[in-house]
């Protein structure tokens, strides 16, 4: 396939039609198709809110209604399970013990000091004995 570099009319006014027999420059179209069975109707989102009743969305869609109702019934089953005490006492048996913290001073605690950090200091105070030295003068 060659693509028309001079669309004006220069040098090269040949073209050579695409495979396909479609032109590169054609509109192309979108749509939206639509999936069955897609959403729940508007009654079954209202009895999900507890706006409409259960007869309500059973007349309207059963298959939605039974599917929710399934999915509320593992919900609360899968709420009210609970760890096995074995299993517990495993888990808090692997957990280690923590030491309570004394309060330590600030001044005992260990420091760390950065290289710049310990630049500025420098500077600092050599900045500070020359202040001093010329007062002294």
Do not use: C, H
């Amino acid at each position: 396939m060659v693509d028309n570099m001079f669309p004006e009319g220069g040098a090269d006014e040949r073209r050579r039609p695409d495979a396909g027999g479609t032109s590169r420059n054609s509109p192309m179209s979108d749509r939206e198709v639509p999936l069955a069975g897609g959403r729940p109707v508007l009654v079954v989102q209202q009895w999900l809110d507890g706006e409409a009743t259960d007869i309500a969305a059973r007349r309207t869609s059963p298959k939605d209604v039974e599917l929710w109702e399934r999915i509320n019934a593992e919900t609360e089953r899968r709420r009210r399970m609970t760890t096995p005490a074995p299993l517990y006492d495993r888990i808090m048996a692997a957990i280690p013990e923590a030491a309570p913290a004394e309060p330590v001073s600030w001044w005992r605690r260990p420091m760390s000091v950065t290289g710049s950090a310990l630049v500025a200091a420098a500077v600092g105070l050599l900045a500070v004995g020359a202040i001093i030295g010329a007062l002294l003068r």
